[in-house]
């Protein structure tokens, strides 16, 4: 496509489920990172992919995190056990190589109720 | 460790006025250093990067921003704001290591235009 895809836009869950969050970075892009912006605040780092591989996934907040690129395109982001405290809006970016421009895609929304 | 500090959480500007957005960081080796732009219900959109030379770099929308290496600061500015210029501003440093590129944004500051 023609930039970052992330589905779905909004997701609203119960606390205590499981919930996934999918990227699709720019084609050909082979570095991945995802981002988790709360409320009035800038977005900070969770993980970064090389390829299929998690070269630093040391902004994961615990182990209900987890995130999976299997074929060095999509990924998606995995949350268990939700709690009201992951709301927020999880922005996934792309690049081509080192020392380029990362480019954002719009991000889905997460609401814990 | 590393940081960024947007000192100004909100502004309001008027139509055809300048405008100037402080950042400062902290980073202990040569920063790279961004701006991004993110308008409500979009994704961030690069305005302008530094990363090594020209202290002053133009970006796009008519914006520009100077690295004062002596005040740790990457002040983003625009001579003359438009209404669409409304929106939030993040300035981030980049930490280039290992070959990739993990960003440390600030707080943002939430620009607001009067006509």
């Known amino acids: 496509g023609a930039g970052v895809s992330q589905t779905p836009s909004n997701k609203v869950t119960e606390k205590g489920k499981y919930v996934e969050l999918r990227c699709d970075p720019i084609?050909?892009?082979?570095?991945l990172y995802w981002y988790r912006q709360s409320l009035g605040q800038g977005p900070e780092f969770l993980i970064y992919?090389?390829?299929?591989?998690?070269?630093?996934d040391s902004g994961l907040p615990n182990d209900r995190f987890f995130a999976v690129r299997p074929e060095g395109s999509v990924s998606t982001l995995k949350i268990q056990r939700t709690e009201r405290g992951d709301s927020a809006v999880y922005l996934c970016?792309?690049?081509?190589?080192?020392?380029?421009?990362?480019?954002f895609g719009q991000g889905t929304r997460l609401t814990v109720v | 460790a590393q940081s960024v500090t947007q000192p100004d959480i909100h502004i309001t500007v008027s139509e055809g006025a300048s405008l100037e957005l402080r950042c400062n960081y902290s980073?202990?080796?040569?920063?790279?250093l961004f701006w991004y732009v993110q308008s409500p219900g979009q994704g961030l959109q690069l305005l302008l990067k530094?990363?090594?030379?020209?202290?002053l770099v133009q970006g796009i929308k008519g914006f520009e921003a100077e690295f004062k290496r002596s005040q740790s600061s990457f002040n983003l500015r625009k001579p003359s704001v438009h209404w669409s210029d409304a929106a939030e501003y993040f300035c981030?440093?980049?930490?280039?290591?290992?070959?990739?590129?993990?960003?440390?944004f600030g707080a943002g500051t939430r620009l607001a235009v009067h006509p």
């Open positions: 980073y202990g080796a040569t920063p790279y």
């Open positions: 530094y990363f090594s030379g020209d202290t």
């Open positions: 970016a792309s690049s081509s190589g080192e020392n380029t421009e990362a480019f």
């Open positions: 981030a440093v980049g930490m280039f290591s290992g070959g990739y590129n993990k960003l440390i």
């Open positions: 084609s050909g892009h082979t570095a």
């Open positions: 992919f090389q390829g299929t591989g998690a070269a630093d």
